[in-house]
């Protein structure tokens, strides 16, 4: 095994492993057979990926008996009126017997009868919302998920603290998601969030948290002279920075020796811990945007 092996605790007793493989826009279920091969034991995929049989095949191919492997996937945003209708698509697709983790992908419900099954739009280009419903409904019936027994954990994911403080206020919630997934990483650092999530018991995972696309985190100087000095690579110490603090992340690489140099982490010290969270005093930034996603994050932003 390389790196530290650290896991997270969930709110339902189970072990998430930190470092996770990010599986959107692979398709190619040799590769994602070669990313468990190398170590990867936490598995991200999602109804939106188009790649839940891939994912699948991966994973009951793979040869890493089915309980060491930690496998998510999401409902999205057209189905939240749907969700027991998403749930067996997923299931069919992933011919698995059960996921450890199945997450509302955003908060934000699509028309289902809209122009376009995944991404339905208004005349005006704009995200055709589903205004009539809201995500309180979405969660009620996630939770009855739990009693088929092929459900293990339910979170969301691109939640703010005011929506997950509406989430958790609601009459009909008796469940506190395990894991909120989020865009994180040093432009992003999201301490207000990290700070709630830890008070209630969610597990916060990072997505993009090189950067996404060209990963520009890894041209930083601090990260940079960093790494040089711990004889890390950049990514490295970005991914260690990430867990130390108590998150998990979900990096992606199509490259197999990235792949495994990224699982690569190590305890970094508090005073690097320190040098890293003063990125965003310089550049703070959100990354990945969607049309569905404005207005949803708040101010939840740094
Ligand atoms: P590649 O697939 O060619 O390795 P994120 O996880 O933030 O979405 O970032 C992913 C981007 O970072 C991808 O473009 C990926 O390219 C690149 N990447 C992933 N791991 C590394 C690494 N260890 N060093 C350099 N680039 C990396």
Redo the contacts with the bound molecule.
């Keep these: 095994m390389v790196g530290t092996g650290r896991t997270l605790l969930l709110n339902t007793g189970a072990r998430l492993p930190a470092i996770g493989l ?1 599986t ?1 826009e692979a398709r190619d279920v040799a590769s994602i057979k070669k990313g468990i091969e190398l170590g990867y034991r936490q598995i991200d995929t999602a109804m939106y990926y188009l790649n839940e049989a891939e994912v699948g095949q991966a994973v009951r191919e793979c040869g890493v008996p089915r309980e060491e492997l930690f496998v998510t996937t999401k409902l999205w945003c057209t189905f939240h009126s749907r969700v027991r209708e998403s749930f067996e698509s997923s299931m069919e697709k992933l011919g698995l017997e059960y996921i450890d983790l199945f997450m509302m992908h955003w908060p934000t419900a699509l028309n289902p009868n809209g122009n376009h099954p995944y991404e339905p739009t208004l005349p005006d280009g704009s995200s055709d919302i589903q205004k009539d419903w809201d995500f309180i409904k979405t969660w009620a019936d996630m939770q009855k998920l739990l009693d088929t027994g092929r459900v293990r954990a339910i979170g969301v994911s691109n939640f703010s603290t005011v929506n997950l403080d509406k989430l958790l206020a609601a009459p009909t919630t008796t469940v506190v998601p395990a894991v909120n997934q989020v865009e994180l ?1 040093p432009y992003l650092p999201q301490f207000k969030l990290l700070n709630y999530c830890k008070e209630k018991g969610i597990v916060l995972t990072g ?9 520009p ?2 041209q930083e100087k601090v990260v940079i002279e960093m790494a040089e000095r711990l004889g890390k ?4 110490v970005i991914l260690s920075w990430a867990v130390t603090r108590g998150t998990s ?7 197999p ?3 495994l ?2 699982l690569d982490d190590f305890v970094m010290a508090p005073e690097d811990m320190a040098l890293i969270d003063d990125i965003s005093k310089t550049t703070q930034k959100r ?1 990945v945007t969607s049309s569905w996603g404005q207005g949803t994050f708040h101010d939840d932003e740094f």
């Design positions: 990010g959107y990483h997505y993009s948290p090189l950067g996404s696309v060209s990963a985190l890894l690579t950049p990514a490295q992340v979900i990096p992606k690489s199509v490259n020796q990235r792949q140099s990224n990354i």
